[in-house]
């Protein structure tokens, strides 16, 4: 799929602006321009809430009682429209037509994107790594954000009866009826992460070495429940076990210590944990290639080409690495927003925008 052009009224600190896009666009100005404002309103057509973690509200213009975003763009074959009004809440229309909620975006526009508060996931702790592997399968399967949903639901009514065994002793037999259902429900959970994985190991690998022109390898690895793809049954049946053999310390520390919500992701260069040991340059190239990575697989499983949002994304990379993402990611649309004008000028092809005050100059 590619956007075409995009229209935006009263968003952020843009008033108005219209630009035509290209296969690849470079967004640059000096910081708080509106260059990631740009970005945040592409990336709202997938249906998605705002990846800086707002609320609708604060995406309308300071003053202003609405904000009005528009898309012409091609997927499926034909050209299409698409509208979004953020007043309150957000309203979706597709080719004229009223959806029931934004969220239907998604079935025609699909992005992948990097921003600096993805670096967490490599930087911080297993949370952010386990999100990027959720959200990806929620935009694969269809009923993954369920499994989510009555995961959690049962993760907490255990940690409830943890709370109320101290008073109540005689509800422990009532522990073991949650324990089946947390791990029939993460046994599932687990099994497509560890199939995520597997399909997407190749694609990081050789994204990777391209960004590293070679000379660094990567890894991924899942820890916790299982270690690789089995039957889901084999994977209940560890669950189980580790919830029976954590028993006590859960019951001390009223909550659940093992499961599918505690299993991490460990990412690798050269053998060495990216986390602990990887260059600022490492970490940043780690995420881009897992990004890229889940936009390859995306195209793959469903035909369709997403495209790539990368907001400062070249920020601690060496000159190599830069001109890989200038010049050889291949067949996505790729719209990058960068402060330094010098780094545009090694662009082979594409379009650039120079933002300032919420205007394209």
């Not at 707002?54 to 995406?59: G, I, M, Q, S, T």
């Not at 996931?121 to 790594?129: A, C």
């Not at 290639?289 to 495209?307: D, F, N, R, S, W």
């Not at 949002?309 to 200038?326: A, G, N, P, T």
Request: charged share 30%.
């Amino acid at each position: 799929m590619k956007i075409n052009s995009i229209n935006i009224t009263n968003f952020r600190n843009i008033e108005d602006l219209t630009a035509v896009f290209d296969d690849v666009n470079i967004i640059w100005g000096e910081n708080a321009q509106g260059k990631t404002n740009l970005i945040e309103a592409l990336y709202l057509f997938t249906g998605a809430k705002s990846f800086r973690g707002v609320r609708d509200k604060e995406l309308v213009k300071f003053n202003c009682d609405y904000s009005k975003l528009t898309v012409d763009f091609t997927s499926g074959g034909r050209e299409q429209n698409a509208q979004l009004i953020i007043k309150g809440r957000r309203e979706a229309t597709i080719n004229g037509i009223k959806k029931q909620s934004a969220v239907s975006l998604g079935d025609e526009i699909k992005a992948v994107i990097f921003s600096p508060v993805h670096l967490s996931m490599i930087k911080d702790g297993p949370i952010e790594r386990r999100k990027f592997i959720d959200t990806a399968l929620c935009q694969l399967k269809s009923g993954y954000k369920n499994l989510l949903r009555d995961y959690n639901r049962a993760l907490m009514q255990r940690n409830n009866l943890l709370r109320d065994i101290i008073k109540h002793p005689e509800m422990d037999s009532m522990l073991y009826i949650w324990n089946k259902e947390l791990a029939k429900t993460g046994a599932k959970i687990v099994y497509q992460r560890l199939k995520y994985i597997e399909a997407i190991t190749p694609f990081v690998k050789d994204i990777y070495s391209g960004i590293s022109s070679g000379k660094e390898k990567i890894e991924i690895k899942y820890i916790g429940s299982a270690e690789k793809v089995c039957e889901i049954s084999e994977i209940e049946n560890n669950i189980i076990s580790q919830l029976e053999q954590n028993k006590v310390q859960d019951m001390q520390n009223k909550t659940t210590s093992a499961g599918a919500h505690r299993d991490d992701i460990d990412i690798m260069i050269n053998g060495n944990s990216a986390r602990k040991y990887g260059s600022q340059g490492q970490q940043r190239s780690c995420v881009l290639a897992l990004k890229l990575a889940e936009a390859a697989l995306l195209e793959q499983m469903t035909g369709e080409k997403p495209i790539a949002l990368l907001d400062d994304v070249m920020s601690e990379l060496d000159e190599k690495r830069q001109d890989y993402i200038l010049n050889r990611i291949k067949g996505l649309q790729v719209f990058i927003t960068c402060c330094d004008k010098e780094q545009i000028l090694r662009l082979k092809s594409g379009k650039t925008f120079n933002i300032e005050n919420g205007k394209i100059v």
